[in-house]
């Protein structure tokens, strides 16, 4: 996946708590954990599920989640 932001930390799911409308999903980076916020719909397109290694991208306050 190539992305013009700058601040890509490669993790693993840790949990994928899902609300009415949004979810959070708990990445483990190698130190801090990092949340992100995204829609319900997301976590589903993306097929989020625990263990998985994602990206977290992050641009100003927001945390986006991709594949790697």
Do not use: C, W
Request: overall charge positive.
């Amino acid at each position: 996946m190539r992305l013009s932001a700058r601040n890509q930390l490669q993790g693993r799911v840790l949990e994928v708590r899902k609300g009415q409308t949004t979810a959070h999903v708990r990445i483990d980076i190698g130190g801090p954990v990092v949340t992100a916020s995204i829609t319900n719909e997301a976590v589903d397109e993306l097929g989020l599920a625990v263990g998985q290694t994602v990206i977290a991208v992050i641009k100003a306050s927001d945390v986006m989640v991709g594949l790697p």
